[in-house]
């Protein structure tokens, strides 16, 4: 499985970005797909999940801002980042889990300046 993100930049506090994530190879159809992110000196911490179903989980810190969904036809996930805050600046790596493992992408950078 390979993961391939983009949309990432730089913007300013109150602005918006949606990210997006292709994913490509062999997938299961009940494989789920979230979105990590990790601030330089912090660890990786989830973001938002969603499950093939299309059920999806926020961490508390960007609940009613972000809004995971996806595109189960052409094996994609987005992120609409609405209100951005400066500390929302991170690598985000987009994540698929299935029954073999975890899968990442490289990251996109999200920049968010005050």
């Known amino acids: 499985v390979q993961l391939v993100e983009s949309g990432g930049g730089l913007v300013q506090a109150g602005e918006s970005l949606r990210l997006s994530c292709a994913a490509s190879g062999t997938i299961f159809s009940s494989s789920s797909m979230g979105w990590y992110r990790q601030a330089p000196g912090k660890q990786r911490e989830l973001v938002a999940v969603?499950?093939?179903?299309?059920?999806?989980s926020y961490a508390d810190s960007v609940k009613g801002r972000f809004t995971i969904s996806r595109d189960n036809a052409k094996n994609t996930v987005y992120l609409q980042m609405n209100s951005l805050k400066p500390e929302d600046t991170a690598v985000y790596y987009c994540t698929l889990t299935d029954i073999r493992r975890n899968f990442w992408g490289q990251g996109t950078q999200v920049t968010v300046s005050s």
């Open positions: 969603t499950t093939a179903g299309g059920s999806a």
